[in-house]
């Protein structure tokens, strides 16, 4: 009995949603293609902004990324459903119904139907279906890889797919795409360690091997990279080196915002990880960095004097030996004042984690810019040492004898 009542009462709620827009004339609706697509693209634009944020994309990329997306976007809203509104009344459906639901649910469950089955427990759960927000991602993943196929130099659309796939959980073809990406790219640390994190995934998360060596090649150029010190200790701790793990996880909990998730998480792996480390053992004393500096002096050979005006500027600067090839000092003057004397610091780092301390050896230029741009053009006259370690303290002297072509 209690049964029949409650069947009744959702028979009787599904008429009161059902019937009324039944009984009015209303047109059908248009279709929701072009919705499901923006949904998709926003959900992914919100994905680019926390990476952005976090520090795991830069900006060029996250620009790059962008107009992908928007591009992607436009040629989905361009596929519009051609389905004609309609006015005709519903009235009849909704008698129809309210005569046939009863009569055909209730002649079915006689036939059919098992008062028994209503006290049994553990009925498998149906299999979730894919959504179609999914289904139709990974339809534009695919168009993605197409596409690619055609153009395998587009090392942004590798950066994409790569990044796609590991949302989809296809940790292979994730890594496989960044391996692309990392070809084009060169040693860019961000790449580096998303080649690097996805490799371990597809090998039940092991980091030995090829994505131990990528992880430190990316830390060697980028020191207090948060997903570097992450992976890094991680693999330290995966080759039982207890006190180097603790090391690189210890330097990042400093990093994380203080009292945050991330830093909770953190302190319980360093506890944990502490009991791995045998009584007795010494821990390496974390050593503040002692502020670099490089003396140099710059001059002109007497050759090139002509080529350069008074008023021109000379810039002094040092570079990494690999990777990006933004300044870790650099210093503005004037020709008027060579030959010169400056001293590269730490304090004239453009960013925290390019500056010189940061490195063991660099490179170091002197340039004349006709423009007065940072970016070095044709005509500009440059000299250069190739490498210098930090740890040498002698005075350094650039000879500025050729010019860029």
Request: no cysteine; hydrophobic share 45%.
């Amino acid at each position: 009995m209690l049964f029949l009542l409650i069947v009744s009462v959702l028979v009787l709620s599904a008429f009161v949603i059902v019937l009324p827009p039944l009984w009015r004339k209303q047109p059908l609706a248009d279709s929701d293609l072009d919705q499901r697509n923006v949904a998709i693209a926003q959900q992914r634009l919100a994905e680019l902004k926390e990476q952005l944020e976090a520090g795991a994309l830069s900006q060029a990329l996250y620009d790059e990324q962008l107009a992908e997306l928007e591009l992607a976007l436009s040629d989905d809203l361009d596929i519009v459903s051609q389905v004609k509104a309609t006015s005709s009344s519903g009235r009849w459906m909704a008698a129809v119904l309210i005569l046939a639901i009863p009569v055909l649910a209730g002649s079915l469950y006689w036939t059919l139907g098992d008062y028994q089955s209503l006290t049994q427990q553990g009925q498998t759960a149906a299999t979730p279906q894919p959504t179609p927000e999914l289904e139709q991602m990974k339809a534009m993943v695919t168009g993605l890889a197409e596409r690619l196929k055609q153009q395998p130099d587009d090392a942004v659309g590798w950066t994409m797919l790569g990044r796609s796939y590991k949302y989809l959980e296809q940790y292979a073809k994730a890594a496989d795409a960044f391996g692309h990406a990392y070809k084009l790219i060169g040693d860019q640390p961000e790449i580096m360690l998303l080649y690097a994190d996805m490799l371990a995934f597809a090998n039940d998360e092991q980091m030995a091997g090829k994505p131990e060596q990528l992880v430190f090649k990316a830390l060697a150029l980028e020191p207090d990279n948060m997903t570097g010190l992450w992976l890094g200790g991680m693999a330290k701790a995966q080759t039982g080196e207890f006190v180097a793990a603790m090391a690189l996880w210890k330097k990042l909990e400093a990093l994380l915002p203080p009292g945050s998730e991330s830093q909770q998480e953190i302190q319980g792996l360093l506890a944990k990880l502490a009991t791995q480390i045998p009584e007795g053992t010494v821990m390496p004393e974390a050593k503040p960095a002692s502020a670099a500096s490089i003396e140099i002096q710059v001059s002109l050979t007497p050759e090139l004097q002509k080529l350069a005006n008074p008023d021109d500027t000379v810039f002094v600067y040092a570079q990494a030996l690999s990777g990006a090839k933004m300044p870790l000092a650099i210093v503005r003057k004037q020709v008027s004042e060579l030959p010169l004397m400056v001293s590269l610091t730490d304090a004239m780092a453009m960013m925290p984690a390019m500056k010189l301390s940061n490195f063991e050896q660099v490179k170091l230029l002197a340039r004349i810019s006709k423009s007065g741009d940072a970016m070095q053009h044709p005509g500009d006259l440059i000299g250069m040492i190739e490498q210098v370690a930090l740890t040498d303290k002698s005075l350094k002297h650039i000879i500025i004898n050729s010019q860029i072509k």
